[in-house]
């Protein structure tokens, strides 16, 4: 599997950004996905996470209520839609791919096998 993430780019405060990330193969539909950030000098950190077919979704404390993670199966694709942004959300922004484990593991990296090259997301103040 092969994720390309984009949808980054320069945003004020208070603005929106939507992220895609577009997976190849036909097995999207078997794979738990979820959106990690990296700020420069910070550990990766968990964004949020949607299951392989309904269930619970994810998200981390810094995100909840602003941002909001889809997925469109027939698309192969998952959306992070980012709102009320703020200038500690800037970070290069990763989509990943996986299987390992139970639905509760979403939100560990270890969960994931396939990662995306990341995409940079800037919030001016």
């Known amino acids: 599997v092969q994720l390309q993430a984009s949808g980054g780019g320069l945003v004020q405060a208070g603005g929106s950004l939507r992220l895609s990330c577009a997976a190849s193969g036909r097995t999207f539909s ?8 990296q700020a420069p000098g910070k550990e990766r950190e968990f964004v ?4 392989r077919s309904g269930g619970n979704i994810y998200y981390g404390d810094s ?3 602003r941002f ?9 694709t998952v959306y992070l839609q980012m709102n009320s942004l703020k200038p500690e959300d800037t970070a290069v922004y990763y989509c990943a791919a996986g299987f390992r484990g139970v ?4 939100r560990d990296e270890k969960y994931y096998v396939y990662w995306g090259q990341g995409t940079q997301v800037t919030v001016s103040s």
């Open 68 to 76: 909001t993670i889809s997925r469109d199966n027939a698309k192969n």
């Open 48 to 51: 949020c996470a949607t299951p």
């Open 30 to 37: 078997s794979y738990g996905m979820g959106w990690f950030r």
């Open 103 to 106: 639905v509760s593991a979403l």
């Open 63 to 65: 995100v909840k209520g």
